[in-house]
């Protein structure tokens, strides 16, 4: 790995944007610079900003992971097989396409809900097990004073159902561990990251993420919901299964990236809405992270396929629990129910003041705290992939973590003597007596002892006098600095409800201090605890719209938006200030070129001119076959989209365009030999059809795996047929955020930039615009690695 | 007013596209035709469908309503000065316009929130008012057998509270009739109809509202919110009022379509929200009707909106009911909690059936009803555009309505004998006894005599026994008819409720009637009436996603979350077999180019060169200001953008596009007489800002009232630095749906075609795409009024 450090250019004059001939040299010098062979890697290329903006060189960045990624096509080729079978197909035909996207919608609902609920009653099941077993030790040992034999039991047990979970993620499928939102957000956004949608991923991740709860680590079930309800999608949407072998024979339409990537959406809606019972937090993740076209119907569907996620889980749950059709739990978390009651003792204005500041006062915390964790969790993360790169290694960090959770809790529990009379919990399901008088319990050992998510619903439910203050003072420390470091193991895991518990922990803490000041807007302590909750949630996440959705939901009060929204904000604003989110932090270090949502504010300098990667290599109408397959194989220009040209007489400048064609086209297109001297001379051969590249889709074999003769090296291809003949394309002068919001409008993969005569210069890719990216000192050019 | 009947055309042969000879013609007759001065309005033109889909005449339809519409610029013209502003401005900057859009939403949720409250609270005062005045009299007559001038007091006050709302809606402000929900579709969707957002409607429609409401009518006060939020949006980030002669000098960045609309979509977000209580719901209708490019921030931005706006009204109204700081309204109306109960007595597979079964069967009812409604309405609107346009006419009829509302519920109340004891219900404020028993009451008087949100409460949630099932089929004819009469009156009034009444009553009457069958989910009559309500609203609106989220905020209760939508799809899907729903009724009927989210499914046989108007009107880069003028004043080529070309050295051939021009920026551009020769003479002259059009903005003047001497109309305008430099192009062989994909995308107005040397061949503009549409027979071809 090599970390390329920071040059950078100034423009020359005041307000003018630099000179055409400076510009047309500069993007091909990077371009050089970029294919020349070495792997460039995430770090700070050239800084950019406009010259009014103090220039500051920033150091390069550090870390380091590469990965072979791929980009999906979300605009289709509409090329003339595909007008054909569009035109082809009746009314009717569109209807029952229409009609087959539901029923997999509803699919993919109904097993994602399986899943979960799969999930759900497996851990309920082990970690019953576990603390029953634990607690019968305890109680045995504890006036004895053999604790540490306990002890040593839990630890054991710990570790032994983490050691399971590790082995399968480290040895079998690395891609499944953590929680599979940074990788989902890639896909949501274009970018395929190796075997992410795979059924051994999802089997990995369901069996992983049992164990690791089970196994008392740090961690939450709901992150790896999303993952394992896009697998679902993946898997379902298409009819056949790669990994098995098995091709059903239906749903082939289906069989491309725009497709596909819909039904992912839908997936990782289905599974939001599974783990949080929040079916429009749902819909509204998918879209926040897809952030494409607005599709009606389509986000209708995925709507749907929310829905019934969450019903399938609510209905089997309430099967399990002997309570058939008391539908009360329609997520693997919900926070409970709370009152809608504000304390108004004062007058109208300053209780909306108080009311304003208690949310505006929530946030910072929760940002900086969330900043905090996420730098501890960078720089912990570079070190894992410097040195803890091999499995086994993993796997013995992920025990070490196992034993030492165990450890420490156990340790605060035996220290501590937060004693609580028993009476004051309702549905306690393991509460430790330990040192406690009789008729009373450790609240302590009940907040470890127990699973995270009742941890979470106590803290916000319990009555005002559950919890000593320093019990959740060192609550707060304790599980901040575990979650981080558990945060990135090799275990499959999401952090969800780690930040809950540390944020409701603070929050309920601040409850508590805060009646000795003489304003505040509501009595009970547990408010603040989902006050605090939130804040330290979306001070790691940074997620906005969603999140706030997602927690009204679990909240189930509208009355409750304004504050978790407010506090929500100010957070991420915080939080932002130091550090990104932690997604978005595990993203970069995978070096993918993620495309945010909008252009940097200030780019307006740039055009397409300087964004564009030129010169272009581009095909002729009519090519020849040698030429196509020297240019595929070419490992240091690994380009995927070709601009198809028509030469003038003279080849000299350059040609006009006249349509776009995929390096997987063409692969398809070598494969069967769509030569034009073979179509002469056997006239029935049959003609391609859309069938041959669905059923290459989405595995196309490398160029290297398809064999040309010397002979067929001399044979034509006609590519009229394949290439989409109306690429969009921009003029050199557009802005880049103009051309950032048809690139990000359209999902677009290849965006060819023409001159005035309609002749190919360059070629946008989302590599090209992925490196411009707002520093806090303006903007700044990243490179990013070959992919 | 003329209705053009039908001529069709059929391709020549099986597949392939239409020749391009006889195609280049087509065009230019249909836009001879379009432009020969008549007006042309919605009526069926060209029938065209792919061959093998049966070719059917259609009748022409019948209607007929025009209006001066206008198109909204939702692509910002980037050229030189806007490239230069955006440049100029720091990141500071960038940030504080942020923040000054967060403060302009925060303000919008607010006065929308105080809005409802105002609403809410006259309403309720004027009706208890009335309420109380008609109990007294009733009770006075009722042994006495006076009880005919009960009916008399009731009538003519009903009818004087009409008279004021129906008199300022007639003679004053036409446009805040209805419950504006179709005008704010259109104005989201980007077509303007003229005075929608002005202050004067804002005034009109608020006391209109509250006149009909208080009149006893049958109406909602919910639609007119979402008119008003709207119009309160665009009138806040304006900075400035048009009618009231102000401007603030803020918020001056704000003043152009792009950012208009935004706001206008937060708007009516937050008046969604308040009217439901239904913040996410308010953001997905807006999401849903406006339709464009995701972007992240603003989402968020709009969701703040509507949090405020409910959080607001929820605020004033519990300091209102002298319970401040009980959040319990957040909206206008809310269902009330339902338990999370489901009966499960069966199989489960039995009750999963059933579940689905009766979802799916409270669809059909509420969409036949509904296409019923939407077409007796629809019938009823055309008869009310020829024979009553006068005011004073409407004004008379509303009056009628009136008293006839009044007197049909007397004769009901009258002649039911609907007796109830008095105790099964609580918090009803004006329990009627009449002829009943004491320690008894009338239930048929009771729905009728109180404020509808009320009933529909009731209906939902008063336990089983409180009705009678003759009262409540009696009521839901009554209601239908009297609902049906009611909308498209002159007065300011929305469906929604109605229509949740009527469906809550059919519903409520289907779950009394349910017990005799074997089968079935629930016990409580209550939630079968919650899903008639949905099933009838949604047959009569035909609203998707956002309708589901708005039901199941109101219910406040996810697990309702399933049902509501199965009920919702089904219902649209038999609805929309027999009737469009009623807004697109009411938008059709008004004749405005209106581009759906997606193109028709078969539409793939068009390619933009079918779909393009031809010849273009285009001007040179410098032009002379004689040639603009005239083409300008030319009206019966009413174009509002212009391509921009560079001719060749022979003029002979179409020339290369260079730019694109709006007639809002050539109007502003004569005005200042921003000519070479004076630019020349004058060197000290202003240069020409970005202000000189915002300050024009949005009321540029009509072309007639800028005088041009016969010296300057031989003067050159250069139109270099004013016109787009790069305005998104698509060759001619595009397909309809791609050409619609990125039409709809970017939100545009115009879209050059090109050959492919860059050269115009043709414009497609908003009305060129709302013209295709899919009829029941295949795709066919609407002609568009000139607008």
């Known amino acids: 790995t090599v970390a390329s450090s920071a040059s950078s250019t100034l423009y020359p004059s005041d307000r003018d944007p630099p000179t055409v001939s400076g510009l047309v040299k500069g993007p091909a010098q990077r371009d050089h610079a970029q294919r020349k062979g070495s792997k460039l890697i995430w770090g700070l290329g050239k800084h950019w900003n406009p010259p009014h903006v103090a220039m500051k060189h920033l150091k390069p960045l550090k870390s380091v992971q590469l990965r072979g990624t791929g980009i999906l096509d979300y605009d289709n080729s509409e090329n003339q097989l595909f007008l054909e079978e569009e035109r082809r197909m009746s009314y009717l035909g569109f209807r029952c396409l229409e009609i087959s996207r539901w029923v997999v919608c509803g699919l993919i609902g109904f097993l994602t809900g399986l899943i979960a609920c799969f999930i759900d009653i497996m851990v309920e099941q082990l970690t019953g097990l576990k603390y029953y077993v634990v607690k019968e030790n305890i109680e045995k040992f504890t006036a004895g004073g053999g604790l540490s034999i306990s002890l040593i039991l839990w630890a054991v047990l710990n570790s032994a159902f983490v050691m399971v979970g590790a082995i399968i993620v480290a040895f079998f499928e690395p891609i499944a561990g953590g929680s599979g939102i940074p990788q989902i957000k890639c896909y949501l956004n274009g970018v395929k990251i190796p075997r992410v949608v795979r059924l051994k991923t999802l089997l990995v991740k369901v069996a992983g993420v049992i164990c690791s709860v089970a196994g008392g680590l740090v961690v939450g079930k709901e992150g790896p919901m999303i993952h394992s309800g896009a697998v679902v999608a993946a898997g379902v949407s298409q009819g056949r299964s790669t990994s098995l072998k098995r091709d059903f024979k239906i749903f082939e339409y289906f069989r491309r990236d725009t497709e596909k990537r819909d039904f992912v959406s839908a997936g990782a809606a289905a599974g939001v809405s599974a783990a949080f019972g929040a079916p429009v937090g749902g819909v509204l993740f998918s879209l926040e992270e897809a952030a494409s076209y607005w599709n009606q119907m389509l986000t209708w569907r995925i709507f749907f396929a929310s829905m019934i996620s969450t019903f399938t889980l609510n209905f089997f749950l309430s099967v399990y629990n002997k309570n058939p059709g008391e539908l009360s739990n329609p997520g693997l978390i919900n926070f409970g129910s709370f009152d809608r009651n504000f304390l108004l003792r004062n007058r109208l204005w300053v209780v909306i003041s108080v009311f304003v500041l208690t949310c505006e006062c929530g946030g910072p915390p929760g940002g900086l705290l969330g900043a905090l964790f996420n730098a501890l969790n ?410």
Chains 1, 2 share one sequence.
Request: glycine share 6%; with cysteine.
């Open 378 to 787: 960078y720089w912990l993360t570079i070190f894992r992939i410097r040195y803890i790169h091999r499995p086994c290694l993993q796997v013995m960090e992920a025990m070490l973590v196992a034993a030492v959770t165990a450890t420490v809790s156990f340790i605060m529990i035996y220290f501590s003597n937060a004693c609580q009379p028993l009476d004051v919990v309702q549905g306690e399901d393991y509460p430790l007596q330990l040192y406690c008088d009789d008729g009373e319990y450790n609240s302590m050992a009940t907040t470890f002892f127990n699973r995270p998510e009742k941890s979470v619903q106590n803290l916000f439910h319990n009555p005002p006098g559950s919890y000593h203050p320093l019990t959740l003072g060192v609550f707060t420390i304790t599980y901040f600095f575990l979650a981080c470091w558990t945060y990135g193991l090799a275990v499959s895991a999401g952090v969800f409800i780690p930040s809950l518990l540390i944020g409701a922990a603070w929050g309920r803490l601040i409850g508590i201090m805060l009646p000795v000041f003489p304003l505040q807007i509501w009595a009970d302590p547990g408010k603040y605890a989902l006050i605090g909750a939130a804040a330290q949630l979306g001070g790691i996440v940074r997620m906005t719209l969603s999140l706030t959705v997602i927690l009204i939901e679990a909240t189930g009060n509208v009355t409750y938006g304004l504050p978790l929204m407010l506090v929500l904000m100010t957070a991420k604003i915080v939080g932002d200030y130091f550090e990104e989110g932690l997604y978005d932090i595990h993203i970069k270090l995978q070096s993918v070129p993620f495309v945010h949502s909008e252009a940097p504010p200030t780019s307006h300098w740039l055009t397409a001119r300087e964004v564009m990667s030129s010169p272009v290599t581009s095909f002729n109408r009519v090519e020849r076959v040698g030429t196509i397959v020297d240019l595929l194989s070419n490992t240091s220009t690994n380009h995927n989209g070709f601009p198809v040209v028509v030469s003038n007489a003279n080849g000299e400048e350059p040609a006009k365009l006249c349509g776009l064609i995929l390096r997987s086209q063409l692969i398809v297109l070598l494969k069967h030999k769509v030569f034009v001297e073979l179509a002469r001379s056997k006239l029935t051969r049959r003609k391609l059809q859309l069938k041959d590249f669905r059923d290459a889709y989405p595995r196309f074999p490398p160029i290297q795996s398809i064999h040309v003769s010397q002979d067929e090296r001399e044979c034509m291809m006609d590519l009229t047929e394949f290439m989409n003949p109306t690429p969009y394309t921009v003029p050199q002068e557009t802005s880049l955020p103009r051309v950032y919001k048809l690139f990000r409008a359209l999902g677009l993969r290849h965006l060819v930039v023409v001159d005035d005569s309609n002749r190919v210069v360059g070629l946008v890719t989302r590599k090209d615009l992925a490196r411009y990216h707002l520093g806090k000192h303006g903007l700044e050019e990243l490179q990013l690695a070959q992919t």
